[in-house]
């Protein structure tokens, strides 16, 4: 349960920072992208135990 809510909020921001691209706000779109990647509960993530 707890990873199907990480990966809807990471996709979620994921799109928001592609349109923030498209829209040619450059820096709030990578931001809004790296925060997907730290969210994402595949890959890194940042609220994961190690």
């Known amino acids: 349960m707890n ?9 979620i921001l ?3 920072g592609v349109v923030q ?3 040619g706000q450059i820096i709030f779109g990578i931001v809004l ?5 730290l969210v994402g509960p595949g ?8």
Do not use: D, K, N, P
């Open 33 to 37: 992208l790296i925060a997907a990647a």
């Open 3 to 11: 990873s199907t809510v990480l990966m809807i909020l990471a996709v």
């Open 21 to 23: 691209l498209i829209q």
């Open 43 to 50: 890959g890194h993530s940042i609220f994961r135990r190690t």
């Open 14 to 16: 994921a799109v928001v």
